[in-house]
């Protein structure tokens, strides 16, 4: 069975820095794609960032130039360096890994609290 596991959430003050990490197992292939999505409270889920197995990546408008995403060394991990946080960066962090039959597979989520 697949699973995203995130870690690296917490509370921090506006202009901090946090970092998100992703570890997927239970998989015989590696995702084609990976990438971070957040859900703030009263909103929809919306992307953050998104990086393929070329290492194309792709960011939201109020996240670029603050948010990096990268490939981890081990397989199917990512990672996410959110710096210059605001309180509108509040929200929870999903993980989330594109298959090679384009299936998608969703971590559990880890909390994201910026506060002014």
């Known amino acids: 069975q697949v699973q995203l596991v995130e870690s690296g959430g917490g509370l921090v003050q506006a202009g901090g820095s946090l970092r998100l990490s992703c570890a997927g197992s239970?998989?015989?292939?590696?995702?084609?794609?990976m990438g971070w999505y957040r859900q703030a409270p009263g909103k929809q889920r919306e992307l953050v960032a998104t990086?393929?197995?070329?290492?194309?990546?792709n960011y939201a408008d109020s996240v670029k130039g603050r948010f990096t995403i990268s490939r981890g060394n081990a397989k199917n991990t990512v990672h996410l360096q959110m710096n210059s946080l605001k309180p509108e960066d509040t929200a929870v962090y999903y993980c989330?890994?594109?298959?090679?039959?384009?299936?998608?597979?969703w971590g559990q989520g880890t909390q994201v609290t910026v506060s002014s």
């Open positions: 989330n890994g594109v298959g090679p039959f384009h299936q998608n597979d």
């Open positions: 239970g998989t015989t292939f590696n995702f084609n794609q």
């Open positions: 990086i393929n197995n070329r290492d194309t990546t």
